[in-house]
T-cell receptor, first 113, second 114 residues
């Protein structure tokens, strides 16, 4: 199906483990984004990508790694998960940055115990 | 630094009441403005946007917003809310220059009682 999909939808992991959240879009949008959503903080940008092989830090990048070898995929890796990374993670894509609508995935609820 | 303020964190209304959610931003140049909605358990989706032209913008589901440049505001309105409007509403702003990163407000939680 066309759209933007995230996997898994729910994940529980232990402190110190590496976790990868997947994001796949079928529109060939240039821009892709990773946000985390926490109570009292709204949406915070973790990383974004303007095109394949081009990534840049957002507001809260520490503890996260991204890659974008293909336009359609933008995985987010928590190298060594911490409890403070318990959150809901949203992937989004758009044709341009800030000039067009961003389309969001359904989100991944990550719990670090 | 640019910022977006949504003054109402939690709003509770009865069905058929009118709604106005405030959004103010701090950037002085040309801006693009967005309102997104997140229904319970769902992803964010665009309600409406303003780039240029008529400052009164109409979006989906009967929502509208007015851009008032002199007040740096982009308030969201709906004349008569429904129970199905219960959701989280986010205002977002980007400058129209080289750096177009979206700056998000913290969101307003709207609960509509039937």
């Amino acid at each position: 199906d066309a759209g933007i999909t995230q996997s898994p939808r729910y994940k529980i992991t232990e402190t110190g483990r590496q976790v990868t959240l997947m994001c796949h879009q079928t529109w060939s949008h240039s821009y892709m984004f990773w946000y985390r959503q926490d109570l009292g903080h709204g949406l915070r940008l973790i990383y974004y990508s303007a095109a394949a092989d081009i990534t840049d830090k957002g507001e809260v990048p520490d503890g996260y790694v991204v890659s974008r070898s293909k336009t359609e995929n933008f995985p987010l890796t928590l190298e060594s998960a911490t409890r403070s990374q318990t959150s809901v993670y949203f992937c989004a894509s758009s044709i341009g940055q800030g000039t067009t609508e961003a389309f969001f995935g359904q989100g991944t609820r990550l719990t670090v115990v | 630094a640019q910022s977006v303020s949504q003054h109402n964190h939690h709003v509770i209304l009865s069905e058929a009441a009118s709604l106005e959610l405030g959004c103010n931003y701090s950037y002085g140049g040309t801006v693009n403005l967005f309102w997104y909605v997140q229904y319970p358990g769902q992803h964010l989706q665009l309600l409406l946007k303003y780039f240029s032209g008529d400052p009164l913008v109409k979006g989906i589901k009967g929502f509208e917003a007015e851009f008032i440049k002199s007040k740096f505001s982009f308030n969201l309105r709906k004349p008569s809310v429904q129970w199905s409007d219960t959701a989280e509403y986010f205002c977002a702003v980007t400058n129209a220059g080289n750096n177009r990163k979206l700056i998000w407000g913290l969101g307003t939680s709207l609960a509509v009682n039937p």
